[in-house]
RNA sequence: UGGGGCGUCGUAUAAGGGCAUUACACUCGGCUCUGGACCGAGUAAUCGGGGUUCGAAUCCCUGCGCCCCAGCCA
């Protein structure tokens, strides 16, 4: 391969490869298309979530690798059901992932004009008729999968007669529902979609941008297809389930006098474990308070995803590995985990925060002395620097990091065992200190001041090294941990999908203890949390007190191990 | 005999007549002041049955399974 060859490659594949790259990479070279034209067309009646960034990555994705363009297209054809709320914020989430439609921003509604000359195209070459039948009667004649439909007793209405009707229902004449227009193809075809679709309906609702100029509104079918055309659209990007639409698509195209010719290809949608994508799901966990709002961090919204602390280029990440093709599938939710947890590792600073917290004394550490230590920002980023942390006599450390009886592989604090504090001394646990339930309220251990930093100068090894931080310096805190919405992979499979919600979803810890410079230092960015996980400031946060997203954990091979001598030992 | 689509490691994908690829997950080991990260190794797949071929995941036949379609939603 010469490196013209490879260069073309590497700017149009950009080491991603699928068969959409695979098509738009042939019409290019065989001349069909002098350069790529996509879009990405969300209706603007709902919060976008991480199955719109994965058409969203691929739409844009595909039209920069190819040095075209690709356009936000609001498909805005049903009044009835959308907002302008959900434009902005549809706007603002699209940018939030990175991506720029540059002056491509387009609405169907910006075409209705067009649109509307082009159904009376329709109506004149005798392609389309206005159907007085009710919507009822409209379903009985379609027939069913099985069986064919029949043609409405308006289907041979003279054109002149359709186009008058057409004009009347435009200028308000009839109420919701009283006819529509139709496109005449075949009552007797397999495909549903080609019995006699309807392409404009009336509906007396106030469009978000037209306002009430309008009282008929085009079909999906009869506004994506064209407002591709319109625009310039070479390769129009849709899920699987529009498969079906294409014949009707192209149908479209073939009987209007449309300025290009756009193409349909179809790609499976995402579907990921242990949540729901669909928007019906969606709205329902919203309107029926099952979370908190659409930016509910256990939401798959991008929204909930942004506020849960996933960032941008991780999701973006995430889109490019799980590929694109036309296989059912169901992407595992530690795919994206991955993703989050790679990226945060290289650019989040450690900070120590104790979430359970359990009190130690060092009982040979001067009462009221305070002396400060050296911690690192980024293990992964020098340039991130260093802090200081104060230590003193009183500490909390994390509960899980004491056991009175520890298993054989238990690495952390337990009675006359030495650990390494984090940046600080080595400390050897003395005594528990019990309540009257025996539960363990406090530790009197020692440290041994000549491990001040973390070594020891006679060169003795720890196994475990635990993060703390002292008990007078320490801001508190709220802290928020996720689970999987769902209990199951597939929610609502064998029932409804409301029995299948986790319960244990989330999870508030009210009394974390926090190294003091959490309390000020750049309270947007994500932090690791040290031997915790990576997380992020919410914005429930008040000046007095902060709250915390846990975004994902760290990996935890002693969890792991934890669990498995649990299933061994029965 | 409605129409359309899809079946490759556990998951997501690549290869489109010539070594079944890569990533995640998992397992084991190394390293480590995060049981993190990192490094190394490993387990693991072409839906079944025929056929063509020197050679089939790929081509042909046949069977099976799964998904989508009967909105005046998109």
């Keep these: 391969m010469s490196d013209a060859d490879s260069a073309a490659a590497a700017e149009v594949g950009e080491g991603a490869r699928d068969f959409i790259r695979d098509i738009v990479r042939a019409d290019l070279a065989a001349g069909r298309s002098e350069s790529v034209v996509t879009r990405f067309p969300p209706e603007p009646n709902g919060y976008l979530h991480i199955g719109h ?27 009835v059901k959308e907002e302008h709320e959900y434009i902005e914020a549809i706007e603002a989430d699209v940018r939030w992932m990175g991506f720029d439609w540059g002056a491509h921003l387009y609405h169907a509604s910006d075409h209705f004009e067009t649109l509307y000359a082009w159904a009376e195209h329709l109506i004149q070459a005798g392609l389309a008729y206005v159907d007085d039948l009710s919507a009822e009667a409209i379903r009985e004649y379609r027939g069913t999968l099985t069986e064919p439909g029949k043609d409405s007793p308006y289907r041979e209405r003279p054109a002149e007669e359709s186009l008058d009707l057409f004009r009347r229902m435009r200028a308000g004449e009839f109420p919701d529902g009283a006819r529509v227009l139709r496109a005449r193809i075949d009552m007797a075809s397999g495909n549903m979609n080609l019995r006699d679709p309807v392409i404009y309906r009336i509906l007396h609702a106030r469009h978000p941008r037209t306002g009430d100029a309008w009282c008929i509104y085009p079909t999906y079918d009869f506004a994506h297809g064209q407002s591709d055309a319109i625009e310039g659209v070479t390769h129009s990007l849709c899920t699987l389930e529009f498969e079906d639409h294409r014949p009707l698509y192209d149908w479209l195209i073939a009987n209007l006098p449309v300025p290009t010719v756009p193409r349909q290809y179809e790609f499976a949608r995402l579907n990921l474990a242990y949540t729901v994508l669909s928007k019906r799901r969606l709205i329902q966990l919203v309107e029926e308070g099952h979370v908190s709002g659409w930016d509910d961090p256990r939401m798959p919204t991008l929204r909930g995803l942004r506020r849960r602390g996933f960032p941008p280029a991780a999701i ?25 947890r790679e990226l945060l590792n290289k650019t989040a600073a450690r900070r120590m925060a104790v979430l359970r917290p359990l009190k130690v004394v060092i009982e040979n550490y001067p009462e009221g002395q305070t002396e400060t230590l050296k911690a690192i920002n980024n293990p992964e980023d020098p340039s991130a620097g260093t802090r200081q942390v104060p230590f003193s ?5 994390e509960a899980g990091d004491f ?4 298993p054989k592989k238990f690495f952390r604090l337990a009675p006359g065992r ?21 539960e363990v309220t406090e530790l009197r251990c020692t440290y041994d001041p000549t491990t001040r930093g973390g070594d020891a100068p006679d060169g003795r090894k720890v196994k475990g090294t635990i993060h703390w931080v002292s008990a007078a310096h320490a801001i508190s805190a709220e802290v928020r941990l996720y689970d999987h919405l769902f209990t199951v992979p597939v929610p609502g499979k064998t029932g409804d999908v409301l029995d299948d919600l986790n319960p244990d979803s989330l999870t508030v810890l009210e009394a974390c203890r926090l190294e ?55």
Aim: charged share 30%.
């Design 418 to 438: 030495e650990v390494r504090l984090r940046y600080a001394y080595f400390i050897t646990c003395r005594e528990a200190v019990k309540d009257a339930a025996g």
């Design 393 to 397: 006599r009183e500490l909390y450390i």
């Design 53 to 79: 960034a994965k058409s969203m990555c691929l739409n844009f994705g595909v039209a920069r690798e190819s040095g075209g363009r690709c356009h936000l297209r609001f498909d805005d054809t049903n009044p």
């Design 316 to 340: 973006r990440d995430f889109c490019k590995r799980i590929g694109i093709a036309k296989a059912d599938n169901l992407v595992e939710v530690a795919l994206l985990e991955h993703c989050a």
């Design 516 to 570: 003091p410079s959490l309390s000020q230092a750049a309270m947007g960015a994500p932090v690791q949390f040290e031997r915790q996980g990576y997380f992020c400031p919410d914005p429930d946060a008040t000046p007095e007190r902060p709250v915390f997203n846990r975004t994902v954990a760290l990996r935890d091979t002693w969890a792991k191990i934890q669990k498995k001598s649990q299933k061994r030992g029965g």
């Design 403 to 406: 056991m009175e009886a520890p």
